[in-house]
């Protein structure tokens, strides 16, 4: 569970072109981070300079795969990607160094929480995952003119309307979602992607990027110093 073996998975699927293989990052198809980015890209909240998430849950069952540290378990590795993907996401670009800090479960082993600041040069994005904490989840958006705050960042509920807030200066507005299911959503355009042979929605290299900043994490927090990434990264 380390980018080696993502850059192997994307070796290997591109010596199948015919195949089609995707990580399931199902939060970007909810139309609420789409209208989160659009925002964005549009200037509507000034120029981004941050962005701070939280994810948490509470979880002490020694067999669930979680808390088992030799297939991968911990706060990290199952939701604080969702906080590293999702910032460059809006950002539309790759950290330059990051710094992390985690404390272990003196049982498991496994990483319990995770706190993590991602340098994006003159942008920033910080995040705490945990998996014994209350329950809880948050994304705020920050820009020179405004802010955008979603409630329900991850874990959108497929029967209740979901909503984000947008504030541009002194105007606060709440913006209301329909019912949708983002799991649907997503399986629905990995079909298309399959049945009109046209390119998935999330390229694997993204997952290969991904995976090169979870690594940093892990490095800084086991070092306590800040890890450089390397500016090269596999082509598209």
């Known amino acids: 569970l380390q980018t080696a ?11 199948h072109p015919h195949l089609k293989v995707m990580e399931a990052f199902m939060y970007r198809h909810h139309p609420q981070w789409r209208k989160a980015q659009q925002l964005v ?7 981004l300079r941050t962005i701070n998430s939280f994810f948490s849950y509470y979880n002490a069952d020694p067999g669930n795969i979680r808390n ?8 990290l590795m199952d939701i604080g990607c969702y906080c590293i993907s999702l910032a460059r996401f809006i950002f539309n670009s790759e950290p330059q160094r990051v ?17 993590g600041l991602l340098d994006f040069g003159d ?5 705490t995952c945990a998996t014994q904490l209350t329950p809880y989840q948050r994304v705020n958006i920050f820009g020179t003119e405004g802010r955008i705050e979603i409630e329900i960042p991850f874990n959108a509920p497929p029967d209740q309307p979901c909503r984000i807030w947008h504030q541009q200066y002194d105007k606060l507005e709440e913006i209301n979602f329909e019912l949708c299911d983002q799991y649907t959503i997503q399986g629905d355009l990995f079909s ?9 929605p999330t ?3 993204d997952s290969v990027k991904n995976m ?12 306590d110093r800040w890890v450089t990434l390397s500016p090269a990264i596999p082509p598209d």
Do not use: H
């Open 5 to 15: 073996e993502a850059e192997d998975l994307l070796a290997a699927a591109k010596k």
């Open 41 to 47: 890209n549009e200037g509507k909240i000034g120029d």
């Open 68 to 75: 088992m540290a030799e297939i991968g378990g911990g706060g």
């Open 99 to 115: 710094s992390g800090k985690m404390e272990y479960d003196p049982e498991f082993k496994t990483d319990r929480l995770c706190s």
């Open 123 to 127: 942008q920033s994005s910080t995040f």
């Open 192 to 200: 298309q992607a399959i049945l009109n042979k046209t390119e998935i």
């Open 203 to 205: 390229p694997l290299v």
């Open 212 to 223: 090169r900043v979870l690594d940093a994490v892990i490095n800084s927090a086991e070092s």
